[in-house]
C-alpha cells in the first residue's frame, strides 16, 4: 500500500509539473506565428501613395486643406479592410534637442490592436529647391576658365546634324557651373587674341581649357596666324604650321585643348579668308591639313621641332566606357550611352614619342588604339581627343573634362528644417485570434 | 506477503502507465511548439520570397522584353528602384486562372487573361514562364508551393445606365473604401464603320474628364451618342493621391467574328491577328475588315496614338488557306493595342489588347492552388507596375507535409 501511495505522489508530482510547465510555456496565437509583415505593407502603402509625389505634396498642406482628406480616402482605399491606421505627419526640427515634433495625424481607428508595426518616410517639399552646388574648377589653384569655340567666321565638319553654335550652347549649360568664368570665343579674331596670350573678358588665360566643337575641324584666324611661317607652311602648302602653333600655345598657357570628334585638327575653317576654298567634300572656307594636323600639333605641344609627317588613328569598332567614367556618370548626372563607335582613336604610342600621360581614359584602351583619354604631356599643355565617329556626342566631352578635373558636388541636406518632413504610418490588423 | 506483492504490482503499473501517459503529453507540447516555429519560419520565408521576387528584376534584367528564359527569377522594372515592377515580365508569366487558349493555325497553346469580350491578352506557352521554371530559379522546388497573385488596388466598373443618349456609370472603388472625389479622365472611341463593302473601319477619339462623388460614382453622358447604333469602348483612369487605376467598357454590334490578337514574339513584337471563328468557333463566321492603333497613355492621362506601319489595316478570313495577319508594335513603352473591325457599315466592334500589363490593369495569378494545404501563410505589398497601383500577395505552403497540431 505504501509503494501505491508513493506512485500516486509520484504521479501527482509530475501532473504538477507538466500543469506548471503547460502554464508557463503559451504558444502564440495563429496571427503570431504567420503575420503579415505590416512593416513592409506599411513602407509599400507610403511609396505607393508618394508615386506621383501626392504625398510629398499633401503633407506640406495647410492642416484644413482638402487634400487631407483625398489622402485619407487614398489611404483607406489602398489597405485592406481588416487592416487600421495611424498616418502621422513629423516636423524636422534642427538647433534644439527636440528632433521632431508632430505636426498632423490622421487614423481610422481608436486604436490599432494588441499588435502594430510602423514605417518612417522621409519626404522633402516640392517647394523647396535642393541645391548642389558645384566646386569651381581652379578654386584651389590657378585657371578656371573655359573657353568653348564659337566662332561665327568658321565651319565644322562631322558635327552632322549640328551646329557649332548649338554645340557650343549644350557645353556651355553643362559645363560653365563647374568653372570659375566660362567664355564663348564668337568670331577667329577673338581666338586669335587668346592665343596672343590677352584675355577677352579679363578672365585668367592660363590653365584654361579650350573646347572645340568644330570637330575634325579647327577655326584658323586671319592674318598671323594664317601667314608664312606661322600658320601656314608654304613648302608643303599646308596650314599643318597652324596646329603647330596651336600646339605651342597650349603648352605656353598649360591649357587643354579638348576635340569632340573625330580626327583631331584635320581640317581649318575660316569662312572669310578660306572663301575661294573648299574641304574635299564641298564644304568652303575649309581646307584639309589631313593627318599632318595632329601630328603637327603634337610637336608644338611638346615642344619639339616642326616636322611635315602624318599622324595614325586607328579603328577599334565598337568600345566602352571605362570604369572611372562610369563612376562619375553617376556622379555628375552624364549618362551618355556606355558603349560608342570608334573610328579614329589615337595611337597609345604617342604617349612616348611626345611625353604625353593618359590622366584619364574615358574609354577603354583596345589594343594600342586609345578612343577617347585625357593627355598631359610631361612638362605642360593636355589633349582631350575622343576618337569616336559622327555624330558627336557632346556630353561624352564634358564627362571627359569632369572625370579629369572632377570638381566635388556639395549637396543640400535633406534634413535642414522646413524641407522636409517625416512621415509614419502605423499599421495594425483587427480580426483573427 | 501477497499484500506486498500486489502493492508492489499495482504500484509499477500505475507508475509506468502514468510515465507513458506524461511522456504523450510532453511531446505533445513539445511538437506543437515545434510546429509552431516551423510555421513562424514559413512566414518568415514567405515574406522573404515575395521581397525576393519583386525587388529584383531577374537576369537577365530586361527578360520581360524578349524571348528567353531568365536565368534569375525577379519581377522588378530594371528601370526603377523599390517596389516598383516591369509590366512585361509581368506579361510573361503562365495566367494559372485562365483556361489556355489553343490557335490551331499556329499549333500552340496560349496562357489567357481575359477581362471579357473582346479584352484579352493571349501568350504563347512557349514563351511564359511557367510555375516549375520559376520554382527552379527562386530555389523552392520540391520544398515550398507558392501562389502569386497581383490585382489592381483600384477597381473601375463602368456599366451602361442609358443607352440612348448614352450615359455611362462609373464607379471606382479601393481595397476597402470607395474612392470618393477621385479625378476621371477618360478616353471615348467610337468605331466608325462607315463604308462600302470591303472598306476598312475608322475611329473617332473623345477625351474627358469627371470627378467622383462621395461614393466613388460618377455619371459620363454623351448627349449626341446613340448607344445602341454604334459600337464604342470607353477606358477610364482615376486617380486620387497618388492611387491609379484604370477600368474599360465596351458595346458591339457584332460579335458572330472578330479579331482575336495573340502576342508572337516578344523580341520582334509581333502581333497576330487572328479570326475568331479559327480560335473560339461560332456560328454564321465572316470575313472581317480591321483596323489596328497602338495608343500610349501619357503622363496627363490622355492617349497618344503610335504608327504601327504595315499591317495596320487588313482583313481576314476564317477556315484553312486563310492565313492570320501580323503587326508589329513599335515600342515597349506600355500601350493599349485598339483594333475596330467590322463586316458591314451595321456590323462593328472594337477589342483591346493591353501592351504591358498595367495598360488596362489586368490581373496576374501564377503558381498553384494552396487548396487542400495544412498550413498556408499570405504576405501582402503594395506596388506600382508602370504607374497603376496593384496589390502583391504570395501564399506559401511547405511540400514537407508536416501536421498541424493543436
Redesign the interface.
Given at each position: 500500500?505504501?509503494?501505491?501511495i508513493?506512485?500516486?505522489l509520484?504521479?501527482i508530482t509530475?501532473?504538477a509539473a507538466?500543469l506548471i510547465?503547460?502554464l508557463f510555456?503559451i504558444?502564440?496565437s495563429p496571427r503570431q506565428?504567420?503575420?503579415?509583415?505590416l512593416r513592409?505593407?506599411a513602407l509599400?502603402?507610403l511609396?505607393?501613395?508618394?508615386?506621383?509625389?501626392?504625398?510629398s505634396t499633401?503633407v506640406f498642406k495647410a492642416s484644413n486643406d482638402?487634400?487631407w482628406?483625398?489622402?485619407q480616402?487614398?489611404?483607406?482605399?489602398?489597405?485592406?479592410?481588416n487592416?487600421v491606421y495611424n498616418l502621422t505627419i513629423y516636423d524636422v526640427l534642427s538647433g534644439g534637442t527636440q528632433l521632431y515634433s508632430v505636426t498632423k495625424s490622421i487614423s481610422n481607428a481608436e486604436n490599432l490592436g494588441v499588435g502594430s508595426d510602423s514605417s518612417s518616410y522621409l519626404v522633402a517639399s516640392s517647394n523647396v529647391t535642393f541645391n548642389v552646388t558645384p566646386e569651381k574648377i581652379g578654386e584651389h589653384g590657378g585657371g578656371g576658365t573655359l573657353y568653348i569655340l564659337n566662332c561665327s567666321d568658321a565651319n565644322g565638319w562631322w558635327i552632322t546634324g549640328y551646329t557649332a553654335q548649338k554645340l557650343a550652347e549644350d557645353l556651355y549649360n553643362l559645363l560653365s557651373p563647374y568653372f570659375q568664368s566660362t567664355i564663348m570665343v564668337q568670331n577667329t579674331a577673338e581666338l586669335g587674341q587668346i592665343l596672343n596670350g590677352t584675355s577677352l573678358h579679363g578672365e585668367t588665360l592660363q590653365n584654361a581649357v579650350v573646347i572645340n566643337t568644330y570637330g575634325e575641324t579647327v577655326p584658323i584666324p586671319a592674318g598671323y596666324y594664317s601667314s608664312s611661317g606661322v600658320g601656314y607652311d608654304t613648302s608643303r602648302n599646308s596650314y599643318a604650321l597652324y596646329d603647330y602653333t596651336l600646339g605651342k600655345r597650349v603648352r605656353q598657357y598649360n591649357w587643354t585643348w579638348a576635340s569632340i570628334v573625330g580626327w583631331p585638327l584635320y581640317y581649318v575653317s575660316n569662312t572669310v579668308t578660306l572663301s575661294s576654298s573648299q574641304n574635299g567634300w564641298g564644304i568652303n572656307g575649309m581646307v584639309m591639313v589631313s593627318s599632318p594636323g595632329l601630328q603637327a600639333f603634337l610637336q608644338g605641344l611638346d615642344n619639339q621641332p616642326y616636322s611635315y609627317g602624318n599622324s595614325q588613328t586607328g579603328s577599334p569598332g565598337v568600345v566602352y566606357l571605362s570604369s572611372v567614367a562610369q563612376y562619375y556618370c553617376n556622379y555628375y548626372g552624364i549618362y551618355p550611352s556606355p558603349y560608342q563607335t570608334s573610328t579614329r582613336a589615337l595611337s597609345s604610342s604617342i604617349t612616348s614619342t611626345y611625353h604625353l600621360n593618359v590622366t584619364t581614359y574615358i574609354f577603354d584602351q583596345v589594343s594600342g588604339w586609345i578612343p577617347g583619354a585625357v593627355y598631359r604631356n610631361a612638362v605642360s599643355g593636355g589633349l582631350l581627343a575622343l576618337g569616336l565617329t559622327r555624330t558627336p556626342d557632346i556630353r561624352l566631352t564634358a564627362l571627359g573634362l569632369l572625370c579629369d578635373y572632377r570638381p566635388r558636388l556639395y549637396r543640400s541636406e535633406y534634413t535642414v528644417a522646413g524641407t522636409s518632413k517625416l512621415v509614419v504610418l502605423q499599421l495594425g490588423q483587427l480580426g483573427g485570434a | 506477503m501477497a499484500?506486498s506483492t500486489i502493492?508492489?504490482l499495482?504500484?509499477?503499473t500505475?507508475?509506468l502507465a502514468?510515465?507513458l501517459l506524461?511522456i504523450s503529453?510532453?511531446n505533445q507540447?513539445i511538437q506543437?511548439?515545434i510546429t509552431?516555429q516551423r510555421?513562424?519560419y514559413?512566414?518568415t520565408k514567405?515574406?522573404d520570397l515575395l521581397?525576393n521576387m519583386l525587388l529584383n528584376p531577374g537576369n537577365p534584367i530586361e527578360w520581360g522584353k524578349g524571348n528567353t528564359t531568365p536565368t534569375s527569377f525577379g519581377l522588378q522594372d530594371p528601370e526603377f528602384t523599390?517596389?516598383r515592377l516591369s509590366p512585361f515580365s509581368l506579361m510573361r508569366l503562365n495566367y494559372s486562372a485562365g483556361q489556355p487558349v489553343f490557335y490551331s493555325k499556329t499549333g500552340q497553346y496560349y496562357s489567357n487573361i481575359t477581362m471579357g469580350f473582346g479584352k484579352s491578352l493571349l501568350v504563347p506557352f512557349n514563351e511564359v514562364i511557367n510555375y516549375s521554371t520559376a520554382a527552379k530559379l527562386l530555389g523552392t522546388n520540391g520544398t515550398y508551393g507558392f501562389g502569386l497573385t497581383i490585382t489592381p488596388?483600384?477597381t473601375v466598373s463602368i456599366s451602361e445606365a442609358q443607352s440612348n443618349p448614352l450615359q455611362l456609370a462609373v464607379t471606382v472603388?479601393?481595397?476597402?473604401?470607395?474612392?470618393?472625389?477621385?479625378n476621371i479622365s477618360y478616353c471615348f472611341l467610337t468605331v466608325k464603320a462607315t463604308g462600302g463593302e470591303g472598306a476598312y473601319p475608322s475611329y473617332t477619339v473623345d477625351y474627358g474628364t469627371n470627378v467622383t462623388d462621395d461614393q466613388g460614382s460618377a455619371i459620363l453622358s454623351f448627349p449626341s451618342f446613340d448607344g445602341t447604333q454604334e459600337s464604342y469602348v470607353l477606358i477610364v483612369y482615376a486617380h486620387?493621391?497618388?492611387?491609379?487605376g484604370v477600368g474599360y467598357h465596351d458595346h458591339v454590334r457584332y460579335d458572330a467574328s472578330y479579331v482575336v490578337p495573340f502576342i508572337d514574339d516578344f523580341d520582334s513584337r509581333r502581333v497576330l491577328i487572328a479570326h475568331s471563328w479559327d480560335v473560339h468557333g461560332g456560328d454564321n463566321p465572316a470575313e472581317i475588315s480591321y483596323n489596328a492603333t497602338f495608343v500610349l497613355l501619357t503622363e496627363d492621362f490622355t492617349l497618344r496614338e503610335m504608327p504601327l506601319g504595315t499591317g495596320a489595316v487588313g482583313k481576314i478570313n476564317y477556315g484553312l488557306g486563310k492565313p492570320y495577319n501580323n503587326i508589329t508594335i513599335s515600342t515597349y513603352n506600355p500601350g493599349l493595342l485598339v483594333i475596330t473591325y467590322r463586316k458591314s457599315a451595321q456590323e462593328s466592334g472594337v477589342v483591346l489588347m493591353p501592351w504591358g500589363i498595367s495598360s488596362m490593369a489586368f490581373p496576374i495569378s501564377f503558381g498553384t492552388d494552396p487548396i487542400q494545404r495544412e498550413?498556408v501563410?499570405?504576405?501582402?505589398?503594395?506596388?506600382?507596375v508602370s504607374?497603376i497601383?496593384y496589390?502583391a500577395k504570395l501564399a506559401l505552403w511547405s511540400l514537407e507535409g508536416y501536421q498541424v497540431m493543436?
Open positions: 500500500m505504501m509503494r501505491t508513493e506512485v500516486l509520484v504521479i509530475i501532473t507538466f510547465s503547460s510555456a504558444l502564440p506565428v504567420s503575420p503579415i509583415n513592409r505593407l509599400t502603402t511609396q505607393a501613395l508618394d508615386m506621383d509625389y501626392d504625398l499633401t482638402p487634400a482628406g483625398q489622402l480616402i487614398a489611404l483607406s482605399a489602398c489597405l485592406p479592410p487592416i | 499484500g502493492d508492489h499495482v504500484s509499477v500505475v507508475f502514468a510515465i506524461f503529453l510532453f507540447t506543437t511548439a509552431y510555421h513562424r514559413l512566414a514567405c515574406s521581397d523599390q517596389y488596388i483600384i472603388m479601393g481595397a476597402g473604401f470607395p474612392l470618393a472625389n477621385a486620387l493621391s497618388g492611387l491609379v498550413w501563410t499570405t504576405d501582402v505589398r503594395q506596388v506600382i504607374g497601383a496589390q493543436g
